[in-house]
């Protein structure tokens, strides 16, 4: 195994991490900000508002904050705690000001991606709705083919490598920290998650939606209060990010890395933390009930922002106003150790058990959004009912497993996966980028109208290539004529009825007098 990993899988996922992928996604990153004309700046106040907009669009599907909650929960885990930190050991603090830069493109190009998610959906069990990159491949570029390809590396990766990943973060953290036996964390991780995954998707859309923003909330009030107790420190902090990414403070010497380090950490960690453009987040945007698909493309595009601009500084100015950033650090010293002993050295040790716990709660959370996403991507394969409970089953055994079980060669081997996935996601949506351009051109001609909130048509729109397949989209005038043909029958009856004479009761309110 060790010879598979030296000469196979280390050198495989580095030339599709460091050499193709930072590049095709900083590079789609910046061509879709030029073509939306920097979207995420001009509409970052509209995203806050579309989030934060009552649920009335969703009539009982999912809502767009719910759809939010979910994606945010995938991309906000223990990487936000464990992987900045060490982002900062590796590639110096210049890592963190390189990750700012990724997520802003980024967040266009979330846009892009969630928005045709939204467009190319298709119902759902209830009234619910199903999409993402393998529906929007098939649907929009008319492949099957590549669409099973790209479910096939979701589901393993998000399904089951990541989610053993994400158990294993937690089983080693309450081990080292608290004592607690791997075999008790994974009987608890299974007892707490199954009755949330056998619920579907909309039941880990309403977990998500009320206990991410508490568990996230209450980590960003720690890492304010910590950074308010060290603000004399905060200037300093600050400017030795901005000066090391340019590669000012390492050549004066006792800084790690240089500006290639920085830089290069900088990028995979904003890349890889957001996952704009990588093919995860679009199928919790596709969930969402919405009146236009660009509000979810906005939504999950703020996702991108919070992510990175707000939990990953967040943990990066804890680190460094702490006065316990040690650039010789490695390994597990410099992950989620680094993050609870800077809040520690500030707080005081009674800080870390609720560490331990924030770790848990985002850890548990990203197995929920991951194993979301995974079966999106198995009903697209067309597997029977019986079939997504084996799914749910294996999913729990895989998080148990995790939780045992040393996970370096599945964290490489989910690592290429991902790598594959984005591969295809990145070719589809650069091709199908002028119909998500679209929407955005429609969305905001009803901006400019003062009615943003009117159904979005997807039929005979002159600002798309065509017509989208399907009748989601088929706008609020051909609903209304559709729902007036159905009721029809209903209608005629009901005159018929009132035609007739109505019987009358007696005066006594007894019943009906004879109409004889």
Same mark, same amino acid.
């Given at each position: 195994?060790?010879?598979?990993?030296?000469?196979?899988?280390?050198?495989?996922?580095?030339?599709?991490?460091?050499?193709?992928?930072?590049?095709?996604?900083?590079?789609?990153?910046?061509?879709?900000?030029?073509?939306?004309?920097?979207?995420?700046?001009?509409?970052?106040?509209?995203?806050?508002?579309?989030?934060?907009?009552?649920?009335?669009?969703?009539?009982?599907?999912?809502?767009?904050?719910?759809?939010?909650?979910?994606?945010?929960?995938?991309?906000?885990?223990?990487?936000?705690?464990?992987?900045?930190?060490?982002?900062?050991?590796?590639?110096?603090?210049?890592?963190?000001?390189?990750?700012?830069?990724?997520?802003?493109?980024?967040?266009?190009?979330?846009?892009?991606?969630?928005?045709?998610?939204?467009?190319?959906?298709?119902?759902?069990?209830?009234?619910?709705?199903?999409?993402?990159?393998?529906?929007?491949?098939?649907?929009?570029?008319?492949?099957?083919?590549?669409?099973?390809?790209?479910?096939?590396?979701?589901?393993?990766?998000?399904?089951?490598?990541?989610?053993?990943?994400?158990?294993?973060?937690?089983?080693?953290?309450?081990?080292?920290?608290?004592?607690?036996?791997?075999?008790?964390?994974?009987?608890?991780?299974?007892?707490?998650?199954?009755?949330?995954?056998?619920?579907?998707?909309?039941?880990?859309?309403?977990?998500?939606?009320?206990?991410?923003?508490?568990?996230?909330?209450?980590?960003?009030?720690?890492?304010?209060?910590?950074?308010?107790?060290?603000?004399?420190?905060?200037?300093?902090?600050?400017?030795?990010?901005?000066?090391?990414?340019?590669?000012?403070?390492?050549?004066?010497?006792?800084?790690?890395?240089?500006?290639?380090?920085?830089?290069?950490?900088?990028?995979?960690?904003?890349?890889?933390?957001?996952?704009?453009?990588?093919?995860?987040?679009?199928?919790?945007?596709?969930?969402?009930?919405?009146?236009?698909?660009?509000?979810?493309?906005?939504?999950?595009?703020?996702?991108?922002?919070?992510?990175?601009?707000?939990?990953?500084?967040?943990?990066?100015?804890?680190?460094?106003?702490?006065?316990?950033?040690?650039?010789?650090?490695?390994?597990?010293?410099?992950?989620?150790?680094?993050?609870?002993?800077?809040?520690?050295?500030?707080?005081?040790?009674?800080?870390?058990?609720?560490?331990?716990?924030?770790?848990?709660?985002?850890?548990?959370?990203?197995?929920?959004?991951?194993?979301?996403?995974?079966?999106?991507?198995?009903?697209?394969?067309?597997?029977?009912?019986?079939?997504?409970?084996?799914?749910?089953?294996?999913? #729990? $055994?895989?998080? &148990? +497993? !995790? *939780? %045992?079980? /040393?996970? @370096?060669?599945?964290?490489?081997?989910?690592?290429?996966?991902?790598?594959?996935?984005?591969?295809?996601?990145?070719?589809?949506?650069?091709? #199908? $980028?002028?119909? &998500? +351009? !679209? *929407? %955005?051109? /429609?969305? @905001?001609?009803?901006?400019?109208?003062?009615?943003?909130?009117?159904?979005?048509?997807?039929?005979?729109?002159?600002?798309?290539?065509?017509? #989208?397949?399907?009748?989601?989209?088929?706008?609020?005038?051909?609903? @209304?004529?559709?729902?007036?043909?159905?009721?029809?029958?209903?209608?005629?009856?009901?005159?018929?009825?009132?035609?007739?004479?109505?019987?009358?009761?007696?005066?006594?309110?007894?019943?009906?007098?004879?109409?004889?």
């Amino acid at each position: 195994m060790d010879w598979l990993m030296t000469n196979l899988i280390d050198p495989l996922t580095t030339v599709i991490y460091n050499y193709v992928l930072c590049v095709l996604l900083v590079g789609a990153g910046l061509w879709f900000t030029i073509r939306s004309r920097g979207l995420q700046f001009r509409l970052f106040t509209r995203m806050i508002k579309v989030v934060t907009q009552p649920s009335t669009d969703a009539a009982g599907g999912i809502s767009s904050f719910q759809a939010f909650a979910v994606g945010l929960a995938s991309r906000v885990g223990t990487g936000n705690i464990a992987g900045v930190a060490i982002a900062l050991t590796i590639g110096g603090p210049g890592s963190i000001f390189w990750m700012w830069c990724v997520a802003a493109l980024s967040m266009a190009t979330a846009f892009i991606e969630s928005t045709l998610a939204q467009m190319f959906k298709v119902r759902g069990p209830g009234r619910t709705f199903v999409g993402g990159p393998a529906y929007y491949i098939q649907r929009g570029l008319g492949s099957r083919r590549w669409g099973v390809v790209f479910a096939i590396l979701l589901i393993f990766a998000f399904g089951f490598a990541f989610n053993m990943v994400q158990a294993n973060s937690i089983s080693d953290t309450v081990s080292k920290v608290h004592g607690i036996s791997p075999g008790i964390t994974a009987v608890v991780l299974v007892v707490l998650a199954a009755p949330i995954l056998f619920g579907g998707t909309k039941r880990i859309a309403s977990i998500s939606g009320v206990a991410l923003p508490i568990i996230a909330g209450a980590y960003l009030l720690v890492a304010v209060v910590v950074i308010a107790l060290n603000i004399s420190a905060l200037p300093d902090a600050l400017g030795l990010i901005v000066r090391s990414a340019f590669g000012l403070e390492q050549a004066a010497g006792g800084i790690a890395g240089g500006m290639f380090a920085s830089l290069i950490n900088g990028v995979k960690r904003g890349l890889f933390s957001n996952e704009g453009g990588m093919g995860s987040a679009p199928n919790a945007a596709a969930t969402a009930t919405v009146s236009h698909p660009a509000k979810q493309g906005l939504v999950q595009s703020l996702g991108v922002f919070v992510d990175t601009m707000v939990v990953c500084t967040a943990t990066a100015l804890v680190i460094l106003v702490s006065g316990v950033y040690d650039p010789s650090l490695t390994g597990t010293a410099a992950g989620g150790a680094l993050t609870t002993a800077a809040v520690a050295s500030t707080l005081g040790s009674w800080a870390i058990p609720l560490m331990t716990g924030m770790i848990f709660l985002f850890a548990f959370t990203s197995v929920l959004g991951n194993y979301s996403y995974a079966e999106v991507n198995f009903a697209f394969l067309g597997v029977k009912s019986g079939a997504l409970t084996a799914l749910r089953v294996l999913v #729990l $055994a895989t998080v &148990a +497993l !995790g *939780a %045992l079980v /040393d996970l @370096e060669v599945a964290w490489s081997v989910a690592d290429i996966a991902m790598g594959f996935m984005a591969l295809v996601n990145l070719v589809a949506i650069v091709r #199908l $980028a002028p119909w &998500a +351009l !679209g *929407a %955005l051109r /429609d969305y @905001e001609k009803r901006l400019a109208s003062r009615n943003p909130n009117s159904w979005f048509e997807g039929s005979n729109n002159p600002e798309l290539p065509g017509d #989208l397949p399907g009748d989601i989209w088929i706008g609020e005038a051909t609903m @209304e004529t559709d729902l007036a043909a159905a009721l029809a029958p209903i209608l005629i009856v009901d005159e018929d009825r009132a035609s007739q004479p109505r019987p009358t009761t007696n005066s006594d309110g007894s019943g009906p007098t004879s109409l004889g």
